[in-house]
Nanobody, 123 residues
């Protein structure tokens, strides 16, 4: 059974930084892509960033240049370093583990979700 746990969310002022973590178990972590999504109230869940098993990365236009996705296969953990945060970045951030990279960047997913972690950016 796949188990995905996000952590690292919180309240931060605009311009601040946060690093989110996503720990996944029950899968061959190193062979799978990882994706970070976010969902704000009243909006659809959207892909923020993805990283392939080989380290290829994708970023949405809304976060490009401010957010970095990375992975540590030895720790079965993916990270999302978020800098220069804006109030519009406020959302619940979810991690998806086990999808193919091509699925993620094409707007699909077949992996497993965590419970999410809340990020709130105050102005």
């Amino acid at each position: 059974q796949v188990h995905v746990v996000e952590s690292g969310g919180g309240l931060v002022q605009a311009g601040g930084s946060l690093r989110l973590s996503c720990a996944a178990s029950g899968i061959h972590f190193g062979a799978n892509a990882m994706g970070w999504y976010r969902q704000a109230p009243g909006r659809q869940r959207e892909l923020v960033a993805a990283i392939s098993s080989g380290g290829m990365t994708y970023y949405s236009d809304a976060v490009k240049g401010r957010i970095t996705i990375s992975r540590d296969d030895a720790k079965n953990t993916a990270y999302l370093q978020m800098n220069n945060l804006k109030p519009e970045d406020s959302a619940v951030y979810y991690c998806n583990a086990g999808s193919r990279y091509s699925e993620l960047v094409d707007g699909e997913h077949s992996g497993s979700w965590g419970q999410g972690t809340q990020v709130t950016v105050s102005s």
